[in-house]
């Protein structure tokens, strides 16, 4: 599975990281915290098909999923979020180059970085998720 070895991943190469898991969604990933910042949870978002390669008997199909991770840091500090917001930019440089360019395994291409975006910010706790791809042919 593609998201344990993301898992596998972080937990190896990004130290400062309490809690590596995976959540159904952003509200599931708040509440399985219970204080154990910083912390990530990975997440396949979607997956896209392309067109087939051959119409004969013999089908290939190249496939992109889409991964989020979600990074959450506390830094009660300072509650307007600079602090926390110091903390997470560490956080995502360690983890992105932990994740950029990195092959999973034989099947899939290196992961490229998509997107980022700030989730939330509330009493010194700091939610951001990037997201990456990677192509795999499925036949």
């Known amino acids: 599975m593609l998201r344990d070895l993301i898992i596998a991943r972080l937990k190896a190469q990004v130290s400062g990281l309490r809690k590596v898991g995976t959540a159904a969604d952003l509200a599931g990933a708040q509440a399985d915290t219970q204080n154990q910042f910083p912390c990530a949870f990975v997440l396949v978002l979607a997956e896209q098909g392309g067109a087939p390669r051959y119409m004969s008997g013999l ?11 979600v990074l959450a840091v506390k830094n009660v500090r300072d509650m307007i979020g600079n602090a926390s917001g110091g903390d997470m930019e560490l956080l995502r440089q360690q983890t992105d180059a932990a ?8 099947d899939h291409a290196p992961l490229i970085f998509a997107s980022g975006k700030l989730m939330g910010l ?5 939610w ?10 499925r036949r």
């Open 59 to 69: 089908t290939a199909q190249k496939r992109t999923p889409r991964i989020a991770v």
């Open 99 to 106: 994740l950029f360019g990195w092959m999973p395994d034989g």
């Open 122 to 126: 509330l009493g010194g706790e700091l």
């Open 128 to 137: 951001w998720q990037d997201e990456y791809t990677t192509e795999f042919d």
